[in-house]
């Protein structure tokens, strides 16, 4: 485990004991951060654990207690996850956010469920506030049904004449939770799916997948994975030629540091769904600008944001709730509304799901560009969420 200790707000992150004291000894109170710093994802885990960072030692404290925060790399692996957070809770700590990705986040879950915790995290999957939903979880970010939703309904209503699908998949549990919403969609528009090309997690050519879709003459290619293999295959079907007569469609990419990995030329043209902007004008969203822009002296990502949103959702909890007692917490955090990244954000009591805007942008031509960080305009907000009693959640 990485330890660091925050000592107040603005503080900076400095080396803790190696020993780790029980949950809120001395005035202080043990957080735990659960992210890829090393495998396949790595530059994703690093992203979303500077956020986390950020956030933390921003506040510097919730409900009186200093917070110490502790970072536990799970290396890409949903069993190390499990192992490192089951060490991390056998030594006291009983607060934990962040995960990489979904199979991450569903296992910890269950995890910090059972031994009396509290998670919250960013996971993209259905099942983490449907079927696996528990008592103890909180989700961040919207779903794969809000990313499909958000994205796919409004692109259909400016573009009607685009009715044949082509779809490229990441064979885990997020990239099946993408595809299997994006065929309800179609299906309710009557929509054509043409086929679909798996890939597996460690993938990085895709040319053939991409040949594939190309012969099958879609009207559009949807991308339906994330992280380094979006930039990949995105980056692979412009360079095959696909934008001159297909539109592409990523619903859920990472906005602004996929975008300057791509640049201006790939992105033009191009449909994504976001989860944040950095460009939107909120009281939450200008706090976290300042703070990353102090530190990156740059605009916030989304991977930035989103670490910064699960320690901020923690902060919002402990204060209302005024102990750092997880039933209490838990409690806290049912229902609450609070000012976040993308705006009013509410945590939804029945399945812990945050309510808050998905976008749809549509990135823009290198001369339309007003600053560097400008790739994309905002076509839609949209809170695309299905209905508690539908979501498959049965609180445990």
């Given at each position: 485990?990485r ?36 495998g ?38 949903p ?7 089951q ?109 679909n ?52 469609v ?9 975008f ?36 990156t ?28 007692e ?59 969420f ?11």
């Amino acid at each position: 485990m990485r330890r660091r200790t925050l000592l107040g707000a603005g503080a900076g992150l400095v080396a803790a004991p190696a020993v780790l004291r029980a949950q809120g000894t001395g005035g202080r109170l043990e957080v735990a951060g659960v992210y890829s710093l090393s495998g396949t994802f790595a530059n994703v885990g690093d992203l979303l654990n500077k956020g986390t960072q950020m956030a933390f030692e921003h506040y510097g404290s919730a409900t009186g207690l200093r917070i110490n925060y502790t970072l536990l790399d799970d290396q890409g692996d949903p069993g190390r996850a499990v192992r490192r957070v089951q060490e991390a809770m056998g030594q006291g700590i009983r607060h934990i956010v962040g995960c990489t990705n979904s199979a991450i986040a569903l296992a910890v879950a269950k995890e910090v469920h059972a031994r009396g915790g509290i998670y919250i995290h960013m996971a993209g999957a259905d099942e983490a506030t449907g079927s696996d939903c528990n008592r103890a979880s909180f989700r961040w970010p919207g779903a794969s049904f809000t990313a499909i939703n958000a994205t796919l309904r409004p692109f259909i209503e400016r573009n009607p004449n685009t009715k044949r699908w082509y779809t490229i998949t990441g064979q885990y549990v997020f990239g099946e939770s993408l595809l299997t919403n994006l065929k309800s969609v179609l299906q309710e528009a009557g929509h054509r799916h043409l086929g679909n090309s798996y890939h597996s997690l460690s993938e990085r050519e895709y040319s053939g997948y991409i040949t594939a879709a190309i012969a099958a003459q879609p009207d559009v290619l949807a991308i339906c994975n994330f992280g380094n293999q979006t930039v990949d295959v995105l980056r692979q079907a412009v360079s095959f030629g696909m934008k001159r007569n297909v539109k592409i469609v990523v619903p859920w990419s990472t906005g602004l540091d996929q975008f300057q990995a791509w640049g201006a030329d790939i992105c033009e043209g191009v449909y994504f769904g976001v989860n944040y902007w950095h460009g939107v004008d909120s009281p939450g969203n200008r706090v976290v600008s300042q703070v990353v822009r102090q530190k990156t002296n740059g605009p916030t990502n989304y991977l930035q944001a989103c670490g910064w949103a699960v320690a901020q959702m923690l902060v919002e909890g402990l204060n209302k709730a005024g102990t750092a007692e997880i039933p209490a917490v838990i409690r806290a955090l049912e229902g609450l509304s609070y000012e976040g990244p993308t705006g009013t954000e509410t945590i939804r009591a029945e399945d812990h799901q945050v309510i808050k805007d998905y976008y749809l942008m549509l990135g823009k031509a290198r001369s339309a560009m007003r600053d560097p960080a400008d790739f994309a305009d905002v076509l839609a907000a949209t809170k695309a969420f299905q209905p508690p009693e539908r979501t498959g959640c049965r609180m445990a």
